[in-house]
């Protein structure tokens, strides 16, 4: 089972700075089945990047993501109130199918 | 603009058997490029899956999961379902279905809004 480890834990940023959200894996993931999530209170999470680095229709382009292997990344280049969340990863594998990291709440600072 | 809706008792007691729906609108079930998911989020924690059907009726399931879960489809009414089995409080959460693309670039790009189910007596 591979599993994913997301850090940090929680980020205290301000409105207009950048966000860096690591997402680590226990065994190498395909690029192709690397995905994040956006997750606000009360609501279902949102797919935001597909393909370890392509936006979902609608995205912003201030959302990207980038990795390979065990490595992934998903950057805000400039949080905007709206992006003050929970973000998840996720992939796409051998038994269990689908996997979550355990996610990264952004606050405000 | 596809929509899906879930449907189902909020409240199940111990050892009972949880049963939700999951209602497609705006788009039919019946195609070949998706699978269709149950996903499940407990009290203040992460997402975990569930289960996924193709409108074929083909499964797989989390082995986690898999001795209690039962996940149908019902094209007729574009609908697919989920049954979990002798519940318990771990059980309890909020339960969402989603269709998934496993095109190559697999993701779960359309979600339900989520209903909540409390195992209680």
């Known amino acids: 089972e591979i599993v994913l480890t997301q850090s940090p834990g929680t980020l205290s940023l301000s409105p207009g700075e950048r966000a860096t959200l690591s997402c680590r894996a226990s065994q190498s993931v395909s690029s192709s089945y690397l995905a994040w999530y956006q997750q606000k209170p009360g609501q279902a999470p949102r797919l935001l990047i597909y393909?370890?680095?392509n936006r979902a229709t609608g995205i912003p382009d201030r959302f990207s993501g980038s990795g390979s292997g065990t490595d992934f990344t998903l950057t805000i280049s400039r949080l905007e109130p709206e992006d003050f969340a929970v973000y998840f990863c996720?992939?796409?594998?051998?038994?269990?199918?689908?996997?979550f990291g355990q996610g990264t709440k952004v606050e405000i600072k | 603009q596809l929509r899906l809706l879930e449907s189902g008792p909020g409240l199940v007691k111990p050892s009972e058997t949880l049963s939700l729906r999951c209602t497609v609108s705006g788009g039919s079930i019946s195609s070949s490029t998706y699978y269709w998911g149950w996903i499940r989020q407990p009290p203040g924690q992460g997402l975990e899956w569930i289960g996924s059907?193709?409108?074929?009726?083909?499964?797989y399931y989390s082995p986690s999961l898999k001795s209690r879960v039962t996940i149908s489809v019902d094209t007729s009414k574009n609908q697919f379902s989920l049954k979990v089995s002798s519940v318990t409080a771990a059980d309890t959460g909020v339960y969402y279905c989603?269709?998934?693309?496993?095109?190559?670039?697999?993701?779960?790009?359309?979600w339900g809004k989520g209903t909540t189910v409390t195992v209680s007596s």
């Open positions: 989603a269709r998934l693309i496993m095109t190559g670039y697999n993701r779960l790009d359309v």
């Open positions: 059907i193709h409108y074929s009726g083909s499964t």
């Open positions: 393909g370890a680095s």
């Open positions: 996720q992939q796409y594998g051998d038994s269990p199918a689908w996997t």
